[in-house]
Each structure stands twice: as structure tokens, then as C-alpha cells.
Nanobody, 125 residues
Framework: QVQLVESGGGLVQAGGSLRLSCAASGRLFSVKAMAWFRQAPGKEREFVAAISFSGSATTSSTFVKGRFTISRDNAKKTVYLQMNSLKPEDTAVYYC??????????????????WGQGTQVTVSS
């Protein structure tokens, strides 16, 4: 089993920045590609960004391109999401996810078997 714990969420003004972290533990040989998703109140969970096992490949949704950056430090067993130029519409619970099967990043939530509990990000206008 793999455990994922997110941290770094909080309240920030529009235009501000936050850095989310996701620490992995457990059967880490089962962790390959990792991703961030988010879910706003009353909306479905949506893909934000994903990163390959090696960290050499990333993909992100169009609404965060140029503002959010995903990275990982395998030695620290941690994935990060640097969020800049935050907007009120970025307000959501952000979830970290791990794919045990694929090394390359994917946008489909169904590919990710392990999920964290989420961290709240609130952007005020």
C-alpha cells in the first residue's frame, strides 16, 4: 500500500503563490507517474498536472499552463506543485495521486490508484 500526504494549502490573495507538497510512504516501488488533481465545490474532480517517474516529462492542463509547475524529488519521496499568479477560480481541494503502472504522466484520474486526503487552497479576490 502507498500513503500520500499533501501539505502547503491555505488562504492566499489573488496573484499570490503557494507551494503544495505530497509526501509518499509505504510500498514506494509501486509509485511511478504522479499527478495533482483538484475539486472545487459543486464541480467534478479535474486534472491539474502530472509528472513522469524520472521527472523528465510533465503535462498540465491548459488553465494552469504558465502558472503552475509540477516537480518531484525521488530521494525525498515528494512531489511538488508550485502555483503562481493564483486566481479565485483556482480555489479547490487539491489531491495528489500516484500511478503504480505507468512511468509516463497521464491525465486520466482512473490511471491513478493511490490518492491523498487533499489540501484546501482558497484564493481571495
Amino acid at each position: 500500500q502507498v500513503q500520500l500526504v499533501e501539505s502547503g494549502g491555505g488562504l492566499v490573495q489573488a496573484g499570490g503563490s503557494l507551494r503544495l507538497s505530497c509526501a509518499a510512504s509505504g510500498r514506494l516501488f509501486s509509485v511511478k507517474a504522479m499527478a495533482w488533481f483538484r475539486q472545487a465545490p459543486g464541480k467534478e474532480r479535474e486534472f491539474v498536472a502530472a509528472i513522469s517517474f524520472s521527472g523528465s516529462a510533465t503535462t498540465s492542463s491548459t488553465f494552469v499552463k504558465g502558472r503552475f509547475t509540477i516537480s518531484r524529488d525521488n530521494a525525498k519521496k515528494t512531489v511538488y506543485l508550485q502555483m503562481n499568479s493564483l486566481k479565485p477560480e483556482d480555489t479547490a481541494v487539491y489531491y495528489c495521486a500516484a500511478d503504480p503502472n505507468r512511468s509516463e504522466p497521464a491525465t486520466y484520474a482512473t490511471y491513478y490508484d493511490y490518492w491523498g486526503q487533499g489540501t484546501q487552497v482558497t484564493v481571495s479576490s
